[in-house]
């Protein structure tokens, strides 16, 4: 790995650091994962918008397949591990870590960083980050609202709703997909793993919020029967 790219990952780690505690002295009266949610937010839409901007040939976004990555792909995917080495961190000191998210960020981290050392597949990886992160930010505004005061409201089920189809069609359409371009491409082998472990955290997922959205509609549809019932 470049020390260029050290350098970036590190100075990134202390940048989103630095963004929570600005944010979390700005809101002293909000909670410490909505806060988190606030920097997580930034991440995804940087980390969206530098994956199309870094994306080298557009009539094959995924192409060239197990080429040396550019630099525009390494400096994208450094601004992203360093995100998810100081998510890593903050996610221990919160009160609702989940093991399923710990072991998303593990193999983020292995997955990329083993990328950015090997300076290869760079076209796959932001491919995968512009299909992970385009649902995000509507994961977090869910969490946000909740907070705000407009849980179990029809503006935080739009936004279940939505983040639901973004996510299943991202991560279960075009994530199957991409997978298999990895594994079949000539990428060293812990790519491809990661690849595989990522998919499966994200099959899971998706059944946690197939889970989510049926449950929340039932409860939407049920409440309502007996408005109707007494007009």
């Known amino acids: 790995m470049e020390d260029y790219i050290v350098n970036w990952i590190f100075s990134g780690v202390v940048l989103w650091a630095t963004t929570f505690m600005l944010i979390r002295r700005?809101?002293?009266?909000?909670?410490?994962n909505f806060c988190n949610r606030i920097v997580s937010t930034i991440h995804a839409s940087l980390a969206v918008s530098l994956s199309i901007l870094s994306v080298q040939d557009w009539s094959c976004p995924v192409c060239p397949l197990a080429?040396?990555?550019?630099?525009?792909?390494?400096?994208?995917?450094?601004i992203t591990l360093s995100y998810m080495i100081y998510d890593f961190i903050c996610c221990q000191f919160d009160k609702q870590m989940s093991i399923d998210n710990s072991v998303h960020h593990a193999v983020s981290i292995v997955g990329i960083g083993s990328g950015l050392a090997y300076e290869q597949?760079?076209?796959?990886?932001?491919?995968?980050?512009?299909?992970?992160?385009?649902?995000?930010?509507?994961?977090?505004m869910r969490e946000i609202l909740k907070e705000l005061g407009y849980k179990d409201t029809d503006l935080n089920l739009v936004f279940d709703i939505l983040?639901?189809?973004?996510?299943?069609?991202?991560?279960?359409?075009g994530g199957p997909y991409l997978t298999y371009l990895t594994l079949m491409a000539e990428n060293p082998i812990l790519v491809k793993m990661m690849a595989m472990g990522l998919q499966l955290v994200s099959a899971f997922w998706f059944y946690k919020i197939v889970r989510m959205v049926r449950y929340k509609l039932t409860r939407k549809i049920a409440s309502k029967k007996p408005a109707k019932d007494k007009s």
């Open 26 to 32: 700005a809101l002293p009266k909000r909670s410490f």
């Open 163 to 173: 983040f639901a189809i973004i996510f299943s069609l991202a991560r279960m359409v």
């Open 67 to 78: 080429s040396k990555s550019s630099q525009l792909q390494m400096k994208t995917l450094a």
């Open 121 to 140: 597949c760079g076209s796959e990886m932001v491919a995968a980050l512009w299909i992970t992160e385009i649902s995000s930010p509507f994961l977090h």
